[in-house]
């Protein structure tokens, strides 16, 4: 199973990204995927997380800003960020549950022991 982020980069306050993540080594399932990110200094949090694109959860922090979709044929995950500000800066994690949650569940209780993870993508976020 692998999961490999892209998209990250620096930004102005205001402005776009969008991260990709390409999945290999899973098939199609109903395991929630989702966006996870960790500031300096800040705990690991949970942004999006979607049950194979039918349904998502959003931290409340990135509502109406953020966006998660899933393109099951192509086993691709995307997070378009919009409005962003600098406390979005870290580091942004693509990762898949290995447990059958809710999407509003797997935001909180998706961790590296219960998930796959990939490597994450920077996001930096100049004000």
């Known amino acids: 199973v692998q999961l490999v982020e892209s998209g990250g980069g620096s930004v102005q306050a205001g402005g776009s990204l969008r991260l990709s993540c390409a999945a290999s080594g899973i098939s199609y399932s109903t395991y929630c995927m989702g966006w996870f990110r960790q500031g300096p200094g800040k705990e690991r949090e949970g942004v999006a997380t979607t049950e194979s694109g039918s349904s998502a959860s959003y931290a409340d922090s990135v509502k109406c800003r953020f966006t998660i979709s899933q393109d099951n044929a192509k086993n691709a995950l995307y997070l378009q960020m919009n409005s962003l500000k600098p406390e979005d800066s870290g580091m942004y994690y693509c990762?898949?549950?290995?447990?059958?949650?809710?999407?509003?569940?797997?935001?909180?209780?998706?961790?590296?022991?219960?998930?796959?993870w990939g490597q994450g993508t920077q996001v930096t976020v100049s004000s």
């Open positions: 990762a898949r549950a290995r447990v059958t949650w809710s999407a509003r569940q797997a935001l909180d209780l998706m961790t590296r022991a219960n998930s796959y």
